[in-house]
């Protein structure tokens, strides 16, 4: 593991891998997002108190897809191979999983099990990232909380419909 003082944030390659990273989270999330847009089964679903208007998604998700892609790239810096990179890995699969299982699928408990599984891999994130990043698990806390809402929505809606 590389120390913090060893990341030479000013170098080119550091910034273009951290294009990179944004890209790949932004593009991918933005497709499937764009692709499994909630439609008349969504609208039809009974939802539960605290549920957001849907405008609040994109920019939620978009401030979200950023903070994952600067924490991933952070700890990738350090150690590319490290058990938090895995974590961030299986998080990042599984958030992209969600969607289409939610929405086009509309298979509201298989989601569900695929959002408990993402809850799992982003505390893991956090727990292991702290090693090599004093800021990475930081930038996991707000996602960390918004999928808990979304498990919250989600298991309310499945249970109610």
Known sequence: ???????????????????????????????????????????????????????????????LYVLIAIAGWRVWLRDRSSRAITFWGAQMLLNWAWSPVWFLAQMPWAAFAILILMWLAIVGFIVTSRKHDPLAPWLFVPYLAWVSFAGYLNLAIAILN
């Open 1 to 63: 593991m590389s120390s913090p003082a060893a990341i030479n944030y000013r170098a080119p390659g550091t910034w273009l891998t951290l294009v990179a990273f944004l890209v790949l989270v932004i593009a991918v999330g933005g497709l499937i997002g764009t692709q499994s847009l909630p439609g008349a089964w969504y609208e039809g679903l009974t939802k539960p108190p605290l549920n957001p208007p849907n405008w609040v998604f994109g920019p939620v998700w978009s401030t």
